[in-house]
């Protein structure tokens, strides 16, 4: 049975979801389960709890607990990472405040603009480590990555290790989630009250998660692009086959016109629909960051809670301890959902079969228009000979020129943290659609780069 090694184990989703899933598996009993956190509190957390869970669910894992991947890898089958340096949060607001002092408003800062050319920065380092000594210590083992910015990081370990790389996101059932609410009458499904958008506000996160779980059940939806900017190519109806293109269109330009505009937007002006909602939409756009027509306050674009998140990232941890300590009941985790780790694995380890509505790979073809070798998103198939793409052809032309911009983008990004470059992360930024002048991209560059010094000593040699 494989040894499935997890690293940032001690974040407090994955330790509820990712872990639990894993253990509740019947085809992999008898596989070990390494846990990897350089926390050693919080891995002290999940590995209590993942031992709590392997005697009640008479799951028959190995479990074994590490404070740095280096111990865990070798006889690795698979290796699932979700680090992040830290402080999260407190990160994520200085990447959105430095180049606001240079008269940049990031819509967002997460994945795209210069706030995910920072966010990147920072990761593909750690990553790189992990990928580079799992060739010496387990070559054939996949790395399923949840890190993001999603593309990015895949692309490092695919252009710059030789460890095969599936990047997995759950983003693509937001478009469920607009399924189900443009299509609700005519497939009988209940929308609760309340859903404002897509934004990543957890109470609105329970409220969609009830339109998506009823939406997957009615419809398939076949997207395709990069990560986090995705579209839909096709939307038919899973028992009768239809092609319900037609009239989600209709419906979702019938709705108030207030409902996520920026997608309506993009979605009437290019006439596919953009999968991710405007939060992740606005981070690849080059419309959305005007000083003088401040078009988040047009698109009504939510800033990540910062406090909010971090909060609850603590409070989890706390709830993740109390039921390690046998305080509170598991059985809430008996639904968990792995967001495909769980699948892949099975699939692989057990010569299974798995259909995937979302995966981050090297393009090989399965986007005809895009650049060979690039990290693209599609559908996949898993089985015991490994994880094939679904090809889908190639996207309409101007959608794909916004997909290839945001892919050499992303690719400078890479090669800049490999290579310690000021120079391709000074193109990086110029290429970037929020910025507007040379001279600002310098500026944000040095103050990220001086604001992160700790993190990124190769631009410092």
């Not at 974040?11 to 009993?29: H, P, V, Y």
């Not at 252009?159 to 990047?167: D, M, Y």
């Not at 404002?196 to 009823?214: C, I, K, S, T, Y």
């Not at 406090?307 to 709830?319: K, P, Q, Y």
């Amino acid at each position: 049975m494989p040894k499935i090694t997890v690293i940032g184990a001690g974040s407090a989703s994955f330790g509820e979801n990712t872990l639990s899933a894993i253990l509740r598996s019947k085809k992999l009993r008898g596989s070990t389960l390494a846990l990897v956190d350089r926390n050693a509190a919080s891995l002290d957390i999940v590995h209590r709890l993942a031992d709590r869970l392997n005697v009640e669910w008479d799951a028959g894992f190995v479990i074994q607990a590490h404070s740095h991947h280096r111990e865990a890898l070798p006889g690795s089958d698979f290796v699932v990472s979700a680090i992040e340096v830290g402080p999260r949060e407190a990160l994520w607001k200085s990447d959105y405040e430095i180049p606001l002092k240079h008269g940049v408003h990031q819509p967002y800062a997460e994945n795209g603009g210069p706030g995910g050319f920072a966010h990147a920065l920072r990761n593909v380092g750690p990553v790189l480590e992990i990928a580079r000594e799992m060739e010496q210590a387990c070559p054939q083992a996949w790395f399923i990555n949840f890190t993001n910015p999603m593309t990015r990081i895949c692309d490092a370990v695919n252009r710059h290790t030789r460890i095969k790389a599936v990047g997995l996101c759950h983003q693509i059932f937001i478009g469920y989630a607009f399924a189900g609410l443009a299509l609700a009458d005519e497939l009988g499904i209940h929308v609760p009250d309340g859903i404002e958008g897509m934004h990543a506000d957890p109470f609105q996160h329970v409220l969609r998660d009830q339109v998506v779980h009823q939406a997957v059940q009615r419809v398939d939806i076949r997207a395709a692009g990069t990560n986090h900017f995705t579209w839909m190519l096709s939307l038919r109806d899973r028992q009768t086959g239809e092609d319900l293109l037609p009239r989600f269109r209709e419906r979702f330009f019938a709705l108030d016109p207030g409902f996520e505009p920026l997608t309506r937007d993009v979605y009437e002006a290019f006439g596919v629909f953009p999968i991710p909602g405007d939060t992740h939409l606005c981070e690849y756009l080059p419309w959305v960051n005007d000083p003088l027509a401040k078009p988040w306050e047009k698109y009504n674009i939510r800033l990540y809670d910062w406090e909010l998140n971090a909060n609850l990232r603590d409070f989890s941890l706390d709830r993740l301890n109390d039921m390690a300590g046998g305080h509170l009941t598991v059985d809430g985790l008996l639904e968990t959902d792995s967001e495909g780790a769980l699948e892949m694995i099975e699939a692989i380890a057990c010569a299974g079969g798995h259909y995937h509505l979302a995966a981050n790979l090297p393009n090989v073809g399965q986007i005809a228009n895009l650049p060979l070798g690039a990290t693209v998103e599609t559908p996949v198939f898993v089985d015991g000979a490994g994880i094939h793409p679904v090809h889908v052809g190639a996207l309409p032309e101007p959608v794909a020129e916004l997909c290839r911009r945001e892919l050499v983008v992303g690719q400078l990004c890479v090669d800049a943290a490999v290579k310690g470059s000021r120079e391709k992360a000074l193109q990086c930024l110029l290429l970037d659609p929020m910025i507007r002048d040379i001279q600002t991209a310098r500026l944000i560059l040095d103050d990220y780069l001086a604001a992160y010094k700790t993190h990124l000593p190769q631009f410092w040699r």
